[in-house]
């Protein structure tokens, strides 16, 4: 009866598996009540692992190639079964195949924005996203952490995970990486690297190699962006203090002739011209002299010079407005007025 039993047995002479490229990770080989024929073959592929489970325990890892199950192949798992016959007997094992090709273009974002803390603006709210690129860098590991005894585990099953592991660090990175975070914000590739950093360990722990990471945007409150614009403006201008005030000045005319256009007409052109250019000089000029090694020497000497009268913006436009009040009832000409007006924005500047 036992050699009844024996015979009737199925044997299996090849393990192998072919990828679909369906996005699975881990396969466990049928084996239902099959054994394993001793010098069967074993084919690992490119891109692949196979591991033998004995008993709940990892018996051996074998990497791409093809191998005949012998004991000289599997001396692990001779020592766990500590059989006396050398395998000439078949011989029952679990075996999981892992794929080792990259899995690319995963995507990873912040479902809602989240508070991380900087050194400049303490806390700052944002949003980002971007994909990364992994692979199984320990399948044994791996098996033991992650797929476990599952017939079939895929990179959907993996996904949470991982995009958890991505936004759970993403604070850490950035306090470990000591940059400040409008430096990171605007080096989208630095910000990468500094979240890279921080996750390669933590994506070591379970088995996985994290191969790449990119921050494709990051979202600023509307104050912090605004910031980040002018830094961003300033650094295209350098250390030029001469071509930083001309930005400075660019950037304040639109706000004087918003400002003013309430005034309307000849009002606005006062204000949106003249006072905007009398403000970037001056700036230009008390930059200049504080930046100056003799700024003190020079304050002095400007103290002791006569006061110069100033002429205010406001006085130059309520003085225009009388102006253009009189040449509309006919007391002044058109050339008069003109006349009149290129005087008093003179002044100004």
């Known amino acids: ?19 679909t490229g369906d996005g699975t990770l881990a396969w466990r080989f049928p084996m239902a009540d099959m054994e394993i024929q001793n010098g069967g073959s074993l084919t690992v592929r490119e891109s692949q692992v196979a591991v033998f489970v004995n008993e709940g325990k990892v018996a051996d890892v074998f990497g791409p ?29 679990d075996v999981y195949f892992f794929s080792t090709r990259q899995q690319v273009d995963q995507k990873w974002g912040t479902p809602q924005p989240i508070t ?3 050194k400049d603006f303490g806390a700052v709210r944002l949003r980002a996203f971007g994909n990364y690129s992994f692979r199984i860098g320990d399948a044994k590991l791996f098996h033991t952490e992650i797929s476990g005894t599952r017939d079939i585990y895929s990179v959907a ?28 914000a605007a080096n989208q590739i630095q910000f990468a690297q500094a979240l ?8 070591e722990k379970i088995g996985i190699k994290l191969e790449n990471i990119t921050v494709q945007n990051v979202s600023l409150p509307e104050e912090l962006q605004k910031i980040l614009d002018q830094k961003i403006g300033m650094g295209m201008v350098g250390n030029d203090m001469g071509k930083f005030m001309q930005y400075q000045t660019a950037q304040a005319i639109p706000k004087f002739a918003e400002g003013a256009a309430g005034g309307g007409g000849i ?16 700036l230009a000029q008390n930059l200049a002299q504080g930046l100056s090694p003799n700024a003190a020497a020079q304050a002095a000497a400007t103290q002791q010079q006569p006061a110069v009268a100033v002429v205010s913006p406001t006085d130059v436009m309520t003085t225009l407005e009388k102006l253009g009040e009189l040449k509309t009832k006919g007391i002044l ?9 290129v005087e008093l924005l003179k002044k100004l500047v």
């Open 1 to 19: 009866m036992a050699l009844m039993d024996f015979i009737k047995k199925q044997f299996i002479d090849i393990i192998q598996w072919t990828e």
């Open 65 to 93: 190639g093809m191998y005949k199950l012998t004991t000289q192949t599997l001396p692990v798992l001779t020592y766990l079964k500590n059989w006396d016959k050398l395998f000439e007997s078949p011989f029952k094992s």
């Open 116 to 118: 991380i803390r900087d």
């Open 157 to 184: 099953d993996l996904d949470g995970q991982l995009r958890g592991l991505v936004l759970q660090n993403i604070s850490n990175a950035i306090a470990s990486s000591g940059v400040p975070f409008l430096d990171l």
């Open 196 to 203: 890279a950093a921080q996750l390669v360990p933590e994506f």
């Open 267 to 282: 009002a606005g052109d006062a204000m949106g011209l003249g006072a905007g250019v009398a403000l970037g000089q001056v």
């Open 333 to 341: 000409t058109q050339e008069e007025f003109d006349a009149k007006k």
